[in-house]
């Protein structure tokens, strides 16, 4: 003894029971009943322990310490220990051996009942008392009707005998360990340490009047637990009469008062806290109310009728709403109303005194209890002269007639509960016990269908809800709608996978986009297109299926899937600014070069670029070899795509122009198949002079044609074989389809990365994000992006002439849409002959490009001038 006290889990300080830091696990050893341990001198050691004066001033917790001490497998000693043992600990820490009762007030509290949470430690042991065969012993079979009272068997399993066969033979031979087909009690409650820890949390019921007990227990007989929530095996009422004397009040309620106890598996919420705490949604009450109708269907098609259909008396339980409180419950065709909630009570149970004498009548008949349950007699004392339709004990000298079960009793209450759900009030305002009012029971009483209708529209928007309540709030009871067909209304009976078609998303892949966009041109052509037979399997079959379609509805096609593709693309890809020029010159500083030789140099870097990239990269390709390539340091200027002219920033701008001094590969090899749209583009008239308004030539004309000279020339020196050749690799992936895939994504997110560190604050120079009208993603100034959004037209500097815009559209058409291969002759070295004999310009060559990912701007009469510059 000595020699365990100075080795226990827990010690004194400060008068407090707190955990030793260090000890050797010598208590739980101990009262491990593998240890040769005599039991007498266990259970004496025990005592000893509890009565040791050290301990007096925390008697209460030591109990508990020692009991739920771990060993060094964390097993606690109550679960380890011999039978007596265990024995002698929960006689003394839970209520009747058993239930270990959870601190604070009850959950729920009634006139007639107090319900509490509590761990029940002593259930396992029971359920295998209750199913053992003659030779003390489970079979696979008893083992199963263990695991469902436990709640061990789901409805994945439940109904399923392949599964049974299965899973739970297989289940069953793992426990038995001695391979004999049976498990013993000790093997069971292994099994149930292991899964359970050989208890279970249960809801208690206590409840006060006889009546109602019997009730709740001969009603739950022969219903189906997906339904009702069914009663757990507890303690005889005998043990539980004398346990209940010692037992505290809770709440302040003293429990001597509530001499009845059912036990029922643990619930997560009622639909009252569902309702109230989670707020669901439009489907999720759909799916709760059709779990709680399918509950009255199971009970009606038992000849039962609920009595109380309310959100307190339904349960989440294993994800699934199930009835309680079956103590309501009343055959068809009994006598109903000894237990009520006035406030969802249809017309007929109310009745309103014709006569002093009847009023009387009925003082005099619930005269002794207005005296011995006060709590009663506020529920049935008259209220305005009106009163339900109730009885006590025997039905005569009432001056109405009771009312007999009905299906239809609870087709209104499931109506008023509906109506509460979607409407968010009560139909009729009720107290904390949900019966109806003293200035209400009137409009209770004389409801009218037309005043039902007039409340249900009022508060309701739903069509589909509106009728079934209405189908159900009817005054007269042969009229209401039944529970058979109150689910096989429309509003439960819903497709699940009719969910209609929305709007195409980006989620939504083109080819499902194009095939919908031809169904409806087939339906709006069907006078005089013929049907097309075959289903469209890509983007390039289409010719197939719509050469005999007219030619404006092909022209229709073709630009509703480029709006689609440029769209989706646009909305995916666009979101930095992806139009930028690399100029030899930082255009923010006072330069030593006049106006005209800058754009010379300008312009000769733009051919440099053009003709040398592109060799480069063609050949790369071909040799399967790296493509690298190098040059001078150049200032990097974000692009207007409305105005088409670089974004000159000011001098106390710390980001822009961003010096960039290495080119890496994989963003100029990106950039390649557009360079010759930017040199195309070139040659226009408005760009070129508003490029060299950029650099300072106030009257450009006579240095632009110049320009627009030397283009040509170069033009038709350079070869755009190159092009396409890289064209193609891009496209078509004739060359090398894993290497432009690879430098593509690469690129992108080389470019984001460049902006996310050189312009971590996302100025962008000034520039905002705005869509045209076509889809279109545009970055252009703040004044530019409001006359966008507000539908005005766009400054004269937008609109090109008609040849340079059809030529734009054209080519690019080409670039996104065209499927076709083609092989195109590589003509490399006739550039680089060409390029060998070309003089060398007085002012330093410098390299430069502009990239854009963005798609061609396809408005033909507002397209930006410098969409590929």
């Known amino acids: ?63 508990r310490e020692v009991a739920f001490a771990k060993d060094q497998h964390g097993r606690e000693v109550i679960q380890i220990t011999d039978a007596s043992t265990r024995k002698y600990f929960n006689d003394r820490l839970f209520f009747c051996g058993r239930y270990e009762i959870f601190q604070g007030p009850p959950v729920h509290v009634s006139n007639t009942a107090v319900v509490v949470m509590a761990y029940d430690y002593g259930i396992c ?19 199963i009707k263990c695991n469902k009272v436990l709640g061990r068997v789901g409805s994945k399993i439940e109904y399923d005998q392949n599964l049974n066969d299965g899973k739970w033979a297989a289940e069953f ?40 007990y019997d009730r709740e227990i001969c009603n739950r007989a022969n219903l189906d637990d997906n339904f009702v929530l069914s009663l757990l095996p507890c303690v005889n009422q005998s043990d539980f009469q004398a ?40 489907n999720e009450r759909r799916i709760f109310l059709q779990q709680v109708a399918e509950g009255l269907q199971h009970l009606h098609n038992k000849g039962l009728v609920h009595g109380d259909v309310k ?23 009994d006598p109903i109303g000894a237990k009520f909630s006035s406030g969802i009570l249809p017309p007929e149970l109310f009745y309103k005194f014709k006569s002093d004498k009847e009023r009387q009548l ?30 006590y004990l025997k039905l005569d000298e009432l001056p109405y007639t009771p009312i007999l079960a009905q299906v239809s009793l609870d087709a209104w209450a499931f109506g008023a509960l509906m109506y509460q759900m979607h409407s968010g009030e009560e139909l009729v305002s009720t107290d904390i016990n949900q019966d109806v009012l003293d200035d209400t029971i009137e409009q209770a009483i004389t409801w009218t269908q037309c005043k039902l209708k007039t409340r249900i529209r009022n508060k309701i928007r739903n069509d589909t809800v509106c009728d079934l ?12 709608i039944d529970i058979n067909g109150v689910l096989n209304h429309p509003y439960f009976q819903v497709d699940s996978m009719g969910l209609g078609k929305s709007v195409a998303t980006l989620q939504t892949s083109i080819m499902d986009a194009q095939n919908e966009i031809i169904r409806q041109i087939q339906e709006m052509n069907k006078n005089t297109v013929a049907e097309i037979k075959q289903s469209v399997d890509d983007v390039g079959t289409k010719v197939d299926y719509v050469a005999s379609l007219s030619e404006q509805n092909l022209t229709q096609l073709a630009k509703t899937k480029q709006d689609i593709m440029r769209g989706v693309f646009e909305a995916t890809e666009a979101i930095i600014p992806t139009s930028f020029v690399l100029l030899p010159e930082n255009l923010t500083k006072t330069s030593a070069k006049t106006g005209e030789k800058n754009l010379n140099s300008i312009v000769k870097y733009i051919l440099d670029t053009t003709t040398d990239s592109a060799k480069s990269l063609a050949k790369a390709m071909k040799t399967n070899s790296g493509y690298i390539y190098s040059g001078d340091p150049m200032f990097l200027y974000l692009v207007d795509e409305v105005e088409g002219v670089p974004v000159i920033p000011s001098a106390t701008d710390s980001v822009y122009p961003i010096r960039i001094d290495t080119q890496p590969p994989e963003f100029l090899a990106f950039v390649i198949p557009y360079l010759e749209g930017g040199l195309r583009l070139l040659n226009g008239m408005n760009t070129a002079s508003k490029l060299a308004k950029c650099i300072g030539i106030p009257s450009p004309k006579s240095v632009v044609d110049n320009a627009i000279q030397l283009l040509e020339a170069i033009k038709n020196e350079s070869s755009v074989v190159d092009f396409n050749v890289v064209h193609s690799a891009v496209l078509n992936g004739s060359e090398s389809p894993r290497l432009v895939q690879r430098i593509r994504g690469a690129a992108l997110r080389e470019l984001e990365r460049f902006f996310n560190e050189m312009d971590p604050e996302k100025t962008y120079a000034g520039l905002q994000r705005t869509y045209t009208a076509d889809g279109h993603a545009l970055w252009t100034s703040r004044e530019n992006a409001e006359k966008i959004k507000a539908d005005k037209p766009r400054p004269e500097t937008l609109m090109a002439t008609h040849e340079q815009s059809s030529y734009i559209v054209e080519y690019y058409n080409k670039f996104l849409l065209d499927k076709e291969e083609k092989k195109i002759e590589d003509t490399s070295g006739d550039i680089a002959n060409g390029r060998e004999n070309e003089d060398k310009e007085e002012i330093e060559p410098r390299r430069w490009n502009l990239t854009e990912t963005n798609s061609c701007k396809e408005k033909l009469e507002k397209v930006c001038s410098c969409e590929l510059m």
């Open 125 to 143: 042991a029971q359920v295998f008392e209750q199913h053992k065969n003659v030779n003390g012993e489970l079979g696979v079979s008893d083992f």
């Open 469 to 480: 309540i209405e189908k159900l709030l009817v005054v007269d009871p042969q009229d209401r």
């Open 243 to 282: 346990g209940l004397k010692t037992l505290k009040p809770f709440g302040g309620y003293t429990m001597t008062e509530y001499p009845h106890l059912v036990v029922m598996p643990a619930a997560d919420r009622s639909l009252e806290d569902i309702y109230l705490k989670e707020r669901p949604g439009e």
């Open 173 to 212: 031979c793992l426990w038995d360990k001695d391979s004999n087909g049976s498990l013993s009690e000790d093997e069971f409650l292994r099994y149930c340490a292991q899964y359970c820890g050989k208890k279970l949390k249960v809801a208690m019921k206590f409840m006060k009047n006889a009546d109602e």
């Open 1 to 63: 003894m000595k020699l365990l006290s100075l080795d226990l889990p827990f010690e004194v300080r400060d008068r407090n029971l707190v955990p030793r830091q260090r000890h050797l696990y010598s208590w739980a050893k101990f009262m491990d009943v593998t240890r040769p341990v005599n039991l007498k001198v266990r259970l004496n050691c025990l005592k000893a322990i509890l009565n040791d004066s050290t301990f007096e001033t925390c008697s209460q917790e030591l109990l």
């Open 311 to 333: 959100k307190l008396n339904m349960v989440r339980v294993d994800n699934r709403l199930k009835l309680i409180d079956l103590d309501a419950t009343t055959k068809i065709g």
């Open 362 to 391: 009925y003082l005099s008949y619930w005269a002794n209890v207005g005296t011995t349950n006060l709590e009663l007699w506020d529920k049935v004392k008259p209220k305005n002269d009106c009163v339900v339709k109730t009885f």
